[in-house]
């Protein structure tokens, strides 16, 4: 297989995931600021933080204001992260390989782009629609993951497009788990607990893990089992863990995958001795920096090992390069 192909493939499945993933933050913000109490504050604008995307915003639109900001995260293809340009480029990936996948792959996903398109610039008309449009998005995507998963060869090919949705889904749940940080609760100690657990509740049912965690963890909603559960649990799609284990799988069936594999295992490892008992919320964003860390660093390995090479093949030197911001 050739370097350009895997990359486009691996893109491909980050792009679509992204798209997904997108549309979650923002409607797990959506129902968590109508869920905060009097006195607990929380701005649209952190969500400019979480995905990176701050500066940017800034360049294009200036002052912070929630519709703005839901343009330039849905419908804005000046942002790399935003749904509409996050889909954009899955389908531009898919365009040059098609014959690796089935037909009614490419069907449903340009017919998903077309939806994304017509709608997306009136998605922000009111918190409804904008929550109803999303969660269209996110039902179409999951229909093009099944399609995948039950008629495609497990083969290489299979296995970067296995990568790619790894790798951004592990991104997006710290990002998701990091929204939380910033939200300043309320001064009163009792509605500090109940803004807590509205919080937490909002952030499993963002990564539809609302019923898992209760069958597999507690009833009761608590922060530092959430927290847990989102990043350690081996069993739920959703936890970083659990992608961490499946890009780690990936990689045993492809060749030279020793550096990107040993990258995959520190990362795991990293986890692994995290205490989250008791954790404050600065003490959470640290953590989860640093998970995001590791998660750029399996990217780079993974880019320098199989994408910065020649179009023979996998042979050659990594360049060193790292991918443009836009792609990061």
């Known amino acids: 297989m050739l370097s350009r192909v895997a990359e486009n493939l691996y893109w491909m499945a980050r792009y679509l995931e992204r798209t997904e ?15 905060l109490p009097q006195g607990a504050e929380f701005g649209w ?20 204001e929630e519709g703005r900001i839901m343009r330039f995260l849905i419908a804005d293809e000046r942002n790399p992260n935003s749904v509409m340009a996050a889909i954009h480029q899955a389908r531009e990936n898919c365009r040059t390989f098609r014959d690796l996948l089935p037909a009614e792959f490419w069907e449903r996903l340009n017919t998903l782009f077309l939806f994304v398109r017509e709608h997306a610039d009136t998605s922000s008309d009111s918190r409804h629609a904008r929550y109803a449009f ?14 995948l998963i039950s008629s495609m060869s497990q083969d290489n090919v299979y296995q970067f497009i296995k990568l790619g949705r790894n790798m951004e889904r592990a ?12 939200v300043i609760l309320p001064q009163d100690q009792g509605l500090q607990k109940t803004t807590t657990s509205s919080l937490w509740l909002g952030v499993l049912r963002a990564l539809s893990a609302f019923e898992m965690y209760r069958r597999h963890v507690s009833v009761q909603v608590r922060s530092n089992q959430v927290v847990d559960y989102l990043l350690k649990d081996n069993k739920f799609p959703r936890s970083m863990k659990y992608s961490l284990g499946e890009m780690e799988v990936a990689l045993a069936y492809l060749p030279n995958a020793g550096i990107p594999a040993e990258a995959v295992r520190r990362a795991r490892r990293r986890l692994d001795v995290l205490k989250l008992a008791n954790l404050r919320p600065d003490l959470l964003h640290e953590y989860l ?6 998660l750029a660093m399996v990217h780079r390995t993974i880019h320098d090992t199989y994408f910065a090479r020649d ?9 060193g390069l790292l991918l443009n911001a836009a792609q990061a």
């Open 21 to 35: 993933d997108m549309a979650r933050l923002i409607n797990a913000t959506t129902l968590l600021l109508l869920d």
């Open 45 to 64: 604008d952190i969500l400019l933080q979480v995905t990176g995307d701050a500066k940017l915003y800034t360049e294009h639109y200036g002052t912070p």
């Open 134 to 147: 999303l969660s269209e998005v996110i039902s179409r995507r999951h229909a093009l993951v099944g399609l």
């Open 171 to 182: 991104d997006m749940t710290t990002r998701i788990v990091d929204v939380t940080s910033a």
């Open 289 to 294: 920096d640093q998970a995001q860390k590791d």
């Open 311 to 319: 179009d023979t093949g996998f042979g050659g030197v990594p360049s």
